[in-house]
């Protein structure tokens, strides 16, 4: 649908043209085509779906239920996985169109796909996400925006370059009590910001549930800790395991360090092995450091300063991301930020504290200094001078955004810049540093070690953009 013509036009753009040309409204209603579930396929966005493990799916119904588009692929290196995920979608259209797909490439160039939705964990961002912008897909792509900050920077480029339409899954922007608390700092109603407290998770959370079970193995060993599990020890020996049939382990480490496979360490935990995630700190960042920098107007900027400390287990134990941590930043316009996780001082969630008042928004829950602030999901419009981007639904606005080709509310600058107070954060961490960074240019100041820490090497035969 979106493929060049020797014209240059895309057939997407044609066909807005030429519905623009007879004055017929781009999407047809139900009654008038005959569908009362599909739009008319002309008028359809055709979707891939590139991961299926934690948050494939919840995106996935997201965009069924929207009857624009039309999910017809979806691709997993899991088969049990790809199988649930075929299911789930030929279930919804009760027919057995959707394509399956064990390589992310060929999903990728198949012409019939239009935009994808990808959930891959994190240390797989880069490839797909810059191969689908090669291939003139737009992008549902998930936060953080990628393993690294060069990584991000490749990303940006190749959806530049390709003029892709990008939506990042930090849907709490199109949650209305976000904006509303962005809106009460934007309208300079707490006065002028000083500081930011943006808390996050700590620890490690087994998402798999699978934990005890390798406990339980290991109890002969008087062992009864993860943190045991150490390579050289019997401990790990025990833990190693084959990897299951269905699963496609060598492509599933990708790009990253061959490690031998054990189970608590893929499907949704990979997040607590720096190899291929970045623990709660980045898991989290690009959540609620992106609401921060929403209500501050740095969507495009960031920090000057950085300087972090966590409490990490050994570098090589089967969980290895910081448990406790805590980043104070400087930003250039004299405001400070403490992210932190695990510490009793800084609430899960976003405050912002200025010079008249303050506000605090998480997931379910709100406060501010003016208990005015607190009625209604929306500020009262005489407060409203400044208005932010308005989405009701991050799926929706995606799609309305791939049709108008005008920006979505989480660009992927936008992306970018919201993660790149974990990623520094988590460098000095590691280098026990502090790190000044030139937002503009995007670059350490001094610190060689620091600046090794913007990339990372790719396992051959994989290459970064
Ligand atoms: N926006 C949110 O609220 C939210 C919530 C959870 C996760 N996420 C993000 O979603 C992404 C996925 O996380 P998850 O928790 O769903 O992970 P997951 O491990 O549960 O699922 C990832 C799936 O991708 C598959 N996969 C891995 N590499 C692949 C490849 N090269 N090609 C095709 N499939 C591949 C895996 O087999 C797995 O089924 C992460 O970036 C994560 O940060 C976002």
Known sequence: MKKKTSSGFSRRKFIATASAAIALPLILPGYATGFTRRPRPSNRINLGVIGWGLQGPPNTKSFLALNDCQVVAACDLDKNYLQDAVDTINDYYQNTDCKAYHDYRELLASDEIDAVMIAVPDHWHELVATEAARQNKDIYGEKPLAQTITEQQAIVRAVQQNKIIWQTGSWQRSQAIFRKAAEIVRNGLIGEVLRVEVGLPAGHNDLTQTAPELLRRLAPLGIDDLAAVRPGTPAWNIAVTKPPAELDYETWIGPSKMEPYISQRIHRNWRWNYNTGGGQLMDWVGHHADIAHWGLGFDNSGPSEIE??????????????????????????????????GYDDINLGVKWIGTDGWVWVNRGGFDASNPAWKIGKSLPEELRKVKLYESANHQRNFLDCVKSRQPTITPVETAHHSTIPGHLGLISMLTGRKINWDAASEKIIGNPEAIRLLTRAYRAPWQMS
Do not use: S, V
């Open 308 to 341: 972090g400390h966590g409490d990490f287990p050994a570098a090589d134990a089967l969980w290895n991301t910081c448990t406790k941590y805590r980043i104070e930043l400087k930003y250039p316009q004299n405001i400070t930020m403490t992210i932190a996780g």
